[in-house]
């Protein structure tokens, strides 16, 4: 019976020292899944510069449209009054 507690404890030893600590593989996966987090974060960053992008150019679209909704409410303004200025001097005459 010690015999096979023994052969499982120098059996668990080698497994946990062979799966544990800083093996090639280990490291290697490590390398991977820190290049893939790196790759996530870049692609986060870059959605959100675009993201920013795109809202800054929606911004300066709108307000251009507002400046020439503006200026035709103006120019819309102007004709109508130089028409109803023309109208009254025609019938003031």
């Known amino acids: 019976m010690k015999k096979i507690a023994l052969a499982l404890v120098i059996a668990s030893t080698a497994a946990l020292a062979a799966c544990g600590g800083n093996s090639?593989?280990?490291?290697?996966?490590?390398?991977?899944a820190n290049a893939m987090q790196?790759?996530?974060?870049?692609?986060?960053?870059?959605?959100?510069?675009?993201?920013?992008?795109?809202?800054?150019?929606?911004?300066?679209?709108?307000?251009?449209?507002?400046?020439?909704?503006a200026a035709a409410a103006d120019a819309a303004n102007s004709a109508t009054a130089a028409?109803?200025?023309?109208?009254?001097?025609?019938?003031?005459?």
């Not at 090639?24 to 991977?32: E, G, I, Q, R, V």
């Not at 675009?50 to 400046?67: G, L, R």
């Open 38 to 69: 790196n790759a996530n974060d870049a692609i986060n960053a870059a959605a959100a510069d675009a993201q920013n992008t795109a809202a800054a150019v929606t911004n300066e679209v709108s307000a251009a449209a507002n400046q020439a909704t």
């Open 83 to 93: 028409a109803s200025n023309a109208a009254n001097a025609a019938v003031a005459h």
């Open 24 to 32: 090639p593989a280990n490291n290697a996966a490590a390398d991977t």
